[in-house]
């Protein structure tokens, strides 16, 4: 950690590094890469200090991990304990983050985080083709005057109580990787944001996306190269051209409706519609929509494509894991994240995918170890197993690391889970209304008190 980076002036443990427990996570993301993104983000150390840009990207990758820790604490999990050692204020850590930036953390995610899946990973291809999905989700952040500039959600009863970021993401559906995210504000599109993702798409993989993405300037600048399932409205107008045997049918997307009255550069699609029979089942008797670019029903069934869509599920589960299991809402932490500031939420979400991508990284190896699916290893128990065991971890040298590491992996697979059972999953909720009041503008950053409360107290008689 020294070097053209700064020198850190913290103590360096047995093994030399100042965050001894970290070690083990060289097996996913080798020191270099750590400079190499400070390098490539122009982020230097111009003196010595405790907190260098390479400690404190460390840290907050560390912050990913033990999300239930406040930032001073998750230090004191970075490192051994020496006699004497002071931990540097919460203050210094806030200071230390705010020259850190988020641009060394994001060169840090491109470099880190890629696909994992091959063809022998089960339920990651669909007949040669690696199943990719985007979605996006809507995370509360802490009320500040600061993170306002995200915006917040309103309907009839008034504003919502947090401001929201905006996450939307590229993920490999097999192995539930996270594999590129952009954010915005609350106000920010979904379908506009997820322009930024397409040259993300590796060329012929299979796109699965919900019916909020559909639009045509995105159909023609992706279906050249990318292999395309969406789901679609039920009022989009399509018009039947040719009908196939398995029951889907060929016709045209235009860019707008006079295009279509004039059938002008219109791309040809295919339309899968189809109905579900079960009173038990969410969206019974619905007319679902299918949209893909894959024309040959003989070669791409439609009953197959229609089981295939569901795997656009495995994208939602990614936030579950992250949000619910990963960085759960507590009691210290009624926001789904933690930083007062914008450019704090930046780096806090890609402290939360780096180590997303960590313990997806364990539990592939794990899988691949037993030859079971990926799906069969449970998040909460990996994720739990290395925050436990990451500190056991020897850094002395590479031999003690993948020794370390050989035995988690062999611990994760045993996290074993059942396959997924013939699940009901309605669309409702367990609390809807609340008897408070709701939380308005002139209930936020009130004034401090003048009177004590003995001061206020009038007897009546």
């Not at 989700?137 to 802490?142: G, I, Q, S, Y």
């Not at 905006?166 to 954010?183: C, D």
């Not at 079960?278 to 024309?295: A, S």
């Amino acid at each position: 950690m020294n070097g053209e980076h700064g020198r850190s002036t913290l103590r360096v443990g047995e093994d030399g590094r100042i965050l001894d427990n970290l070690a083990g996570l060289e097996k996913v993301i080798p020191p270099r890469m750590f400079l190499q993104a400070l390098e490539t983000a122009g982020c230097f150390n111009g003196r010595a200090c405790k907190l260098t840009h390479h400690v404190t990207m460390m840290v907050m990758v560390a912050i990913g991990l033990f999300t239930n820790l406040p930032i001073c604490h998750v230090f004191k999990r970075c490192r051994k304990w020496l006699h004497g050692d002071k931990t540097p204020a919460r203050s210094t850590f806030c200071e230390a983050r705010k020259r850190l930036g988020v641009e060394p953390l994001r060169e840090l995610f491109k470099l880190v985080v890629r696909p994992l899946a091959t063809l022998a990973t089960p339920g990651a291809y669909y007949r040669g083709l690696a199943m990719f999905g985007i979605d996006s989700v809507l995370m509360d952040v802490p009320d500040t005057d600061a993170n306002a500039e995200f915006g917040r959600s309103k309907n009839a009863s008034g504003p919502g109580a947090f401001p929201q970021v905006r996450k939307v993401s590229l993920v490999e559906l097999g192995t539930h990787v996270e594999v590129a995210f952009v954010s915005g504000g609350y106000k920010d599109g979904e379908s506009t944001l997820a322009q930024q993702l397409w040259d993300q798409v590796p060329d012929d993989a299979m796109l699965l996306e919900d019916r909020g993405f559909f639009g045509f300037p995105a159909w023609k600048a992706l279906s050249g190269r990318v292999k395309l399932l969406v789901r679609i409205k039920s009022t989009q107008i399509l018009k039947k051209i040719r009908q196939l045997a398995d029951g889907s049918y060929l016709t045209k997307i235009y860019a707008s409706g006079y295009d279509r009255d004039k059938d002008r550069n219109g791309i040809l699609v295919r339309l899968i519609e189809y109905t579900l029979d079960d009173p038990q089942r969410t969206g019974h008797q619905e007319v679902h929509r299918l949209l893909t670019n894959l024309l040959d029903e003989s070669e791409y069934p439609a009953m197959e494509l229609i089981l295939i869509y569901h795997e656009r599920w495995e994208h939602e589960m990614v936030y579950d894991e992250q949000k619910t299991h990963q960085d759960p809402i507590r009691a210290e932490k009624p926001a789904q994240l933690r930083s007062g500031t914008p450019e704090g939420v930046r780096q806090e979400l890609y402290a939360i995918s780096l180590a997303h991508f960590v313990t997806r990284t364990a539990m592939f190896e794990a899988a691949k170890t037993v030859n079971i699916d990926v799906d069969r290893i449970s998040f909460t128990g990996s994720f739990h197993i290395l925050q436990g065991r990451l500190s056991e971890c020897n850094g002395a040298n590479s031999t003690t690391i993948n020794h370390w590491f050989a035995g988690l992996i062999e611990e994760i697979s045993q996290e074993r889970i059942p396959a997924r059972s013939n699940r009901v999953n309605p669309r409702v909720i367990k609390r809807k209304i609340s008897k408070w009041d709701k939380k308005r503008p002139h209930h936020r950053r009130r004034k401090p008190l003048i009177k004590t409360f003995e001061d206020t107290v009038v007897l009546t008689s």
